[in-house]
């Protein structure tokens, strides 16, 4: 038997990810060694599959420091991103979160692997279901997702103990904040579209909420009718 017949065999039986060694790359160099230490957050980076998020002709750079895109004008954020907003809402299991801007899937997965529930919003039907088709390919049961204005927030799952919003608008909107549970973490890119952008994190503490800008940021922008 040739050489690569039995390397093939090899995978196909013991199921060997072949990109397991990037990802871990990846985990290491550009989240751990800038100073992500959640270790949920970690994990979670490690196990989900990013190449299974990006387009085919992307898989080679699915584990790369950047991010990239997924069609639509619409992009994967960065990995080190994702674990860091993740990281920023502490999230635990039990927790029930939303998150705006499906995109590819991707930060729901992370999250997915953490949480009790994630439901996720994306305004581009057909972003929507490809994530959709992903997440069911991997076998997420605890991701719902919806296509639509993610502006209103989701108040029928309302309230959600933290809230990730992917793309940037110059405010955050104030049903998101309402739909928030006492004690949560809203984390969102604030700013102008093709400028540097603030990313916020907001927190709900006794009826009262405090902002904190925590870096700079350029996500693509918040759209539909809030966002023109
Ligand atoms: N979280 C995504 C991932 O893991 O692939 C990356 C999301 S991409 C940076 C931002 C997404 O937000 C885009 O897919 C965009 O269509 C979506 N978006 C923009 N405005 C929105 C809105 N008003 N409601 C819901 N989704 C929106």
Redesign the pocket.
Known sequence: MKYWVLIFVFYAVFQVDPYASERKRMVKHQIEARGITHKATLKAMYKVPRHH?VPKYMVTYAYEDR?LP?G?N????QPYI?AYMTATISPKSGMKVL??????????A?LAEIVDHVY?????PK?AQK?TNTLDMLGYENVTIRS????LGWEEHAPFDAV?V??ALNHIPQPLIEQLKEGGSLVMPVGKHGEIQALKLLKKRRGKTTENNLMAVR??????K??K
């Open positions: 998020f991010p997924i639509n619409q992009t994967i954020s994702v998150e705006v801007g499906t995109g590819s899937g991707y930060q729901a992370v996720t919003i994306e305004i581009i972003l994530a639509g204005d993610g502006y990730i992917t793309a996500f693509v922008p918040f759209t539909g809030q966002g």
